[in-house]
């Protein structure tokens, strides 16, 4: 079985510019997490989609935003980069429902110059 | 305080030991539990859920005490491949959310 996909597996972004990252959960996973994982920081939690709607996001800026799709893959937007937004950006994807584990992917790294 | 809290280490150890970390929750509302291990620059790979009742896969055992709002992760007879760091995770009741703590590093030497 395939696990949560990532793409791209690097970005290099301008300040000031945008970033678009895109996750595939595993199949029959309706649930889809991102997660941020800056530098000598934990992971923190970004977003929450399940069945195509937001659920929760954390306390992030308004900048950082996303989707999913039909198919329930998903999309994280990254607005106006900043540098400290130079990070690991983790996607984990679950069944539906609220206690199941979540399985993550291979994580895109997002580097701002 | 912290929502969860994990012991960065170092923890050094010889191949053979038992090594033991624990992980405390502040949100008494919490409901399930994680241990993740994640290699350098790799991502978190789930090792074992957490059940109340605790559970154990191969070496590796997980307890959970409630009362004391702790989680605790028992590896026997280390492995060098163990050398790795450990993060627990708590989810946070409805929102789906999990919260990490900020890992243990374990090194494991011959």
């Known amino acids: 079985e395939a696990g949560v996909t990532q793409s791209p597996t690097h970005l290099i972004k301008t300040r000031g510019q945008q970033a678009t990252l895109r996750c595939s959960p595993i199949s029959g996973h309706t649930s889809v997490y991102w997660y941020q994982q800056a530098l000598g920081l934990g992971l923190q939690f970004l977003l929450w989609?399940?069945?195509?709607?937001?659920?929760n996001r954390g306390n992030f800026p308004p900048r950082f935003s996303g989707r999913q799709f039909p198919n329930y893959s998903s999309e994280l937007n990254v607005n106006a980069l900043e540098l400290e937004d130079s990070a690991l950006y983790l996607c984990?994807?679950?069944?539906?429902?609220?206690?199941?584990?979540?399985?993550f992917g291979p994580g895109t790294r997002l580097t701002v110059t | 305080r912290k929502e969860v809290e994990q012991d960065p280490g170092p923890f050094n150890v010889p191949e053979g030991a038992t090594v033991a970390f624990n992980c405390t929750y502040s949100?008494?509302?919490?409901?399930?539990f994680f241990w993740y291990r994640q290699d350098c620059r790799k991502e978190p790979k789930l090792l074992m859920s957490?059940?109340?009742s605790g559970n154990e896969d191969g070496r590796f055992t997980a307890q959970l005490n409630r009362a004391s709002q702790y989680i605790s992760l028992l590896i026997r007879d280390s492995k060098l491949s163990d050398s790795a760091t450990y993060l627990c995770?708590?989810?946070?009741?409805?929102?789906?959310?999990?919260?990490f703590g900020t890992g243990t590093r374990l090194l494991v030497s011959p």
């Open positions: 995770a708590v989810k946070d009741g409805g929102f789906q959310k999990l919260v």
């Open positions: 949100n008494s509302a919490s409901q399930s």
């Open positions: 957490v059940y109340s």
């Open positions: 989609y399940d069945e195509g709607e937001e659920r």
């Open positions: 984990a994807s679950s069944l539906g429902g609220t206690l199941h584990e979540q399985y």
